[in-house]
């Protein structure tokens, strides 16, 4: 008989031990070491059973060892230091707050909104990269003291969890998660949960605040699930990225619409300011700029001003570089949603997110293009994805050069206590009473050349033995599952061969069978009796992606060949448990995308924080991050335009440089047994690549890069200033056509010396605009055999004087400084002190050609 309805017994802790249940809901456990080392040392076998889980081992303790421990004097001084270091953590001064006291424009709060939250494992809101990037921002943002406040929704399904059958094809279930056996806590105002509601086509859906505490920053997740709503409505947060278009679209208006609201009510309950910026992670929380702008309406803004002032405060992140990878939904549906949505006028809102540019379809909505035009700065997530995304992109800036589209890159970083090994951690430790540059988050990063040879290689090994246990017993489980024969599992892998990782989702893009290319080859690398390696393996293809599907079973189906079993493995249900061991224990990450379709590739980031050497396609953050110290690029066949000759051709190189230069590399050794070259890589990989691939380096680098400046324009933005900009940006746009660069003039010919100036004067005609409305600029840049200039430079034009016809004359002189051949034109662009650039209205006049 089935239960209808469930409910936990928890034992009642003694009260010595009652600062357990505090340590267990704040998440700050799941990468403190000195925290899971207390939890594990209540029951060693439960806290396995549990899976690490603390909230789940305290409902299941049983309550005399409860009673022994509370009686053990020397356990219960451990959990009053392990209280205490997480009140110093919570309240002391942390690297945000010494910053803010040097720049007290700094933000006073920041809401940051994704669709997907990969924290620690006993909260399964991911599906993979992008949650575990929130996720490690969130804890970058805690450690760093940075007062962010997360926004997401909860999944009472998370994302399906993965198993093979017999034919090696993927399989999906979706185990329904009980709040009450996970550490989070209602939102409450008094005694009752507090809700908030949100109309979605028609219907109005109330939704329960979960509230988890991720250190020192709290994160709200949204969920519809609840008594209140009628049985059609409690599903729409069910699952993630399930459902039809219509179940998308809903979920990103609770999440954009419902997360705002529920901000609100987070605050006025806490007494916590309210955010003065808004970073949307991704296009799915791109609604949450319309929930804002219907705020400011409310309060008795004009549509453009509440814009303009939502505008100044929001930040938003792009995450692909393909336009196939954003969510788009037809015109009409959100017309439907939003039509009536305060006293937002329904082709405003239409417009924000219409693709009304070349190439683009007006019919649809696109919630990237809605993220930049509703937010005043925008981001790539590595230097190579900016790039991309500004040729994606630009369109929304006509008449502008690519490298001027106003999409910036801040590069994904992984938060290193999360993810490097423990042992690793601790030979990292600071020396007490050491300090210098070396030595910052935590860890001293030159302290591996105080680790002798046999140590570190030592420690690798350990680390690679762990995966290999933790490898066997998913075999062992999935062999099962299978109704396959497992005598094979216990001899599977090795701890002293060298061993590459491929962990990645079934995207085709990311070609999980580019090693497949050549079979033979393949297993001739697998099986050499002196110097063999072996692949373990993971990843989920979408449940709608058959394609995805087919690569996995083609991997699967290899790995089950009897003279490879073993040796290439394929674990299921790639998680974040699955991973903390993987990364460690691996040699070589391996990472073949077609470039550059990789936005960033965080993944690769984890292993070479253990010490693992990429081995990857310059794509993401390998392109701008590579150096032989640290790994081996496989080179891009991107000029070969049929897709299996290009496919044959980087696989060639993949198997060159195994064969030629990782192989031997590890398998060459000194007197003592010792690969000492390979230590070398390794020692380089964490020193001098660790600190750059730091969730802290890149929370850092959007606090002062992101989110300072637009706290800044926030609160230039607001009242008259606000009213004023709306108003001038419309007269500017009105009066721009008939604006037109009518003649330039200038004295250079053929050849310019070093040192000589260069004069320009333009005649521009600015129908009514005035000179402070414009800024002239002479533009400048080295030029290729077609005449297009790259590199601008931007040189602002003085205006000398106004003719009888009106129109003005500017005029500039500059130094000609580098050889070389350089090219020019006049442009006229839009100015205004509270624009975040010449570029953000997207309007220039440029001189005609000749």
Not at 730 to 743: D, G, S
Request: proline share 6%.
């Amino acid at each position: 008989m089935r239960a209808i309805r469930r409910f936990i017994v928890q034992p009642v802790l003694p009260e010595p031990l009652k600062p357990l249940g505090e340590l267990a809901t704040n998440l700050r456990w799941s990468w403190n070491l000195d925290t899971r080392d207390l939890f594990a040392d209540i029951d060693p076998a439960l806290w396995d059973e549990v899976g690490h889980d603390p909230f789940k081992l305290l409902a299941r303790v049983p309550s005399d060892r409860l009673d022994i421990l509370a009686q053990d004097k020397r356990f219960v001084r451990r959990l009053e230091l392990t209280v205490a270091d997480l009140d110093e953590y919570m309240t002391g001064d942390l690297w945000f707050q010494d910053w803010a006291k040097e720049h007290p424009e700094a933000p006073s709060a920041i809401g940051y909104f994704s669709a997907e939250f990969g924290i620690t494992k006993v909260l399964p809101q991911y599906s993979g990269g992008l949650g575990i990037l929130a996720g490690d921002h969130l804890k970058a943002a805690s450690d760093n003291g940075v007062p962010i406040i997360g926004v997401g929704l909860f999944y009472r399904h998370g994302y399906f969890r993965q198993s093979l059958n017999a034919q090696g094809w993927q399989q999906e279930r979706y185990p329904v998660l009980d709040a009450n056996e996970m550490p989070v806590r209602p939102l409450r105002d008094g005694e009752d949960p507090l809700l908030i509601s949100v109309n979605i086509f028609g219907n109005e859906v109330k939704a329960q605040i979960w509230v988890v505490q991720v250190g020192r920053v709290p994160l709200l997740m949204l969920d519809t699930d609840i008594d209140a709503n009628p049985g059609h409505l409690r599903g729409t947060t069910d699952q993630l990225y399930g459902g039809d278009q219509d179940h998308r679209l809903a979920q990103e208006v609770l999440l954009g619409v419902g997360g705002v609201r529920a901000l609100r009510e987070f605050c006025r309950v806490t007494g916590r300011p309210a955010p003065d910026v808004y970073h949307a992670n991704e296009g799915h929380a791109g609604f949450l700029g319309l929930e804002r702008i219907r705020e400011y309406m409310a309060a008795g803004d004009s549509f453009d001003t509440a814009l303009e002032r939502t505008r100044a405060g929001n930040v938003f992140t792009t995450h692909t570089p393909v336009p196939a990878g954003i969510d788009r939904f037809g015109l009409d549906r959100v017309r439907e949603q939003f039509n009536g949505f305060g006293d937002l006028p329904i082709d405003r809102v239409l417009d924000l997110g219409r693709e009304t540019y070349d190439g683009g379809d007006p019919g649809v909505y696109n919630m990237a293009v809605l993220g930049f035009r509703a937010g005043q700065r925008a981001n790539g997530v590595s230097q190579l994805h900016g790039e991309v995304s500004r040729e994606m992109f630009r369109g929304l800036w006509p008449g502008f050069a690519t490298a001027e589209v106003p999409i910036g890159s801040v590069t994904n970083g992984v938060h290193h206590r999360t993810w490097i090994h423990p042992e690793l951690l601790r030979l990292m430790q600071p020396r007490v009473g050491e300090s210098g540059p070396q030595i910052h988050d935590g860890c001293d990063w030159s302290a591996l050349d105080r680790v002798d040879d046999q140590t570190l290689w030592s420690a690798k090994r350990h680390m690679r033995t762990a995966m290999i246990e933790m490898a066997r017993t998913r075999l062992e489980a999935s062999c099962r599952s299978r109704g396959l024969s497992s005598d094979w599992v216990s001899d599977a892998l090795d701890p002293n061969v060298l061993t590459f990782g491929f962990a990645r989702r079934g995207a085709s893009y990311k070609r999980l069978t580019l090693m497949l290319t050549d079979p033979e080859r393949l297993k001739r690398l697998l099986n050499d009796p002196a110097t063999p390696i072996q692949i373990v393996i993971a990843g989920k293809a979408h449940p709608a992606d058959d394609i995805g599907k087919g690569l996995i079973q083609q991997m699967v189906q290899f790995a089950d060949q009897e003279d490879v079993r073993g040796k290439i493995v394929f674990l299921p249900d790639y998680d974040i448990s699955l991973a903390r061991p993987l990364y460690p224990g691996c040699d070589v990450w391996m990472n073949n995308p077609l470039r550059p379709l990789e936005a960033c590739g965080t993944s690769g980031m984890k292993a070479a924080l253990n010490g693992a050497a990429n081995l990857s396609v310059r794509d993401g953050w390998w392109d701008e991050w590579y150096d032989p110290r640290f790994g081996w690029e496989i080179p891009s066949a991107e000029g070969i335009t049929d897709s299996g000759a290009r496919n044959a051709q980087e696989a060639e190189f993949l198997y060159d440089i195994i064969e030629t230069e990782i192989i031997p590399k590890f398998y060459t050794r000194d007197a003592h047994g010792l690969p000492t070259g390979w230590l070398r890589m390794m020692r380089d990989t964490i020193q001098i690549l660790g600190p750059k691939v730091l969730a802290s380096r890149m929370v850092n680098d959007y606090v002062e890069e992101l989110y300072t400046p637009a706290a800044v324009s926030s609160r230039k933005v607001q009242g008259e200033a606000a009213v004023e900009l709306a108003g001038w940006k419309r007269r500017v746009r009105e009066a721009w056509p008939q604006v037109e660069v009518r003649r330039v003039e200038s004295g250079i010919t053929g050849r310019v010396a070093v040192g000589a100036e260069i004069v320009v004067a333009a005649w521009v005609d600015l129908d009514g605009l005035s000179a402070d409305d414009v800024e002239v600029q002479l533009v400048m840049g080295p030029v290729d055999a077609d005449d297009w200039m790259h590199d601008l430079q931007n040189h602002s034009m003085t205006l000398d004087g106004v003719n009888e016809r009106g129109i003005s004359h500017f005029s500039v002189s500059i130094p000609a400084k580098d050889p070389g051949s350089w090219g020019w034109t006049v442009r006229a662009v839009p100015r205004n002190e509270l624009l975040a650039g010449d570029v953000e209205m997207g309007l220039a006049a440029v001189a005609p050609g000749e």
